[in-house]
């Protein structure tokens, strides 16, 4: 093999190892918590020699740094297709001849609904989520990284409620993701069914839109 071929393939194996380190991280985390985190138990958990650790990352806070920017990029893809998904409801609402107000209800509660539910399907990744939220607590660098994601998240959000006629997308914005928030970890690690979620949401998005919910009905007697 020529030495540009040797030097390919030192980068490829370098990048593989790389992200094993990453992800056994995460593995940990989601297992044992954040303050598990050390490079003998990363190494262990990834498979790879101690040095690699320690080769790859200078301390702790980097490898938690580079764990959490990762995994915040693979959440990514979640939230742009519900924001997409959220898009097509808006426009389909705008083509109908009263705005769709109604069904705009039932599909955007429905988006939120499904996003919800298949978040809490996988409790590893929620169990990360809160662990990083309480790490960028009590960690500078950490926390810079939380607050620019959930600055952006916010900002779309506000721009979506903006397009429903919200008289405050901020504080609107605000509410939805508390709720949302809320309802993620009550389906993840409480007994939430997920009929109710929807249902939580069906009236969420009416009470934003200005349209009347029903409520349940009142037992007699």
């Known amino acids: 093999m020529s030495a540009t071929g040797?030097?390919?393939?030192?980068?490829?194996?370098?990048?593989?190892?790389?992200?094993?380190?990453?992800?056994?991280?995460?593995?940990?985390?989601?297992?044992?918590?954040?303050?598990a985190v050390r490079?003998?138990?990363?190494?262990?958990?990834a498979g790879v020699p101690l040095a690699a650790t320690t080769y790859y990352f200078s301390d702790i806070g980097q490898l938690l740094s580079e764990a959490f920017t990762w995994f915040a990029e693979q959440r990514a893809g979640a939230v742009a297709a519900l924001q997409q998904r959220l898009q097509?409801?808006?426009?389909r609402a705008e083509s109908e001849p009263d705005g769709g107000r109604e069904q705009l209800v039932e599909d955007i509660a429905g988006a939120l609904a499904e996003h919800v539910i298949g978040q809490a399907a996988a409790p590893e990744d929620r169990a990360i989520e809160l662990a990083f939220k309480h790490e960028a607590w009590r960690d500078e660098g950490l926390r810079a990284l939380s607050?620019?994601?959930?600055?952006?998240?916010?900002?779309?959000?506000?721009?979506?409620?903006?397009?429903?006629?919200?008289?405050?997308?901020?504080?609107?914005?605000?509410?939805?993701?508390g709720l949302i928030y809320r309802l993620e970890a009550e389906l993840t690690f409480g007994e939430l069914p997920a009929a109710d979620a929807r249902r939580v949401l069906r009236r969420a998005v009416a009470l934003q839109l200005g349209l009347p919910v029903p409520g349940r009905p009142v037992p007699e007697g």
């Open 6 to 35: 040797k030097g390919r393939q030192r980068r490829t194996e370098g990048k593989r190892r790389h992200q094993q380190i990453i992800e056994g991280t995460l593995r940990l985390i989601a297992r044992d918590g954040i303050r």
């Open 39 to 45: 490079h003998r138990a990363v190494a262990k958990e």
């Open 88 to 91: 097509d409801c808006l426009v």
């Open 147 to 177: 607050e620019q994601q959930e600055r952006r998240f916010v900002a779309d959000v506000e721009a979506l409620l903006e397009k429903t006629g919200s008289p405050d997308p901020y504080a609107d914005s605000q509410i939805f993701l």
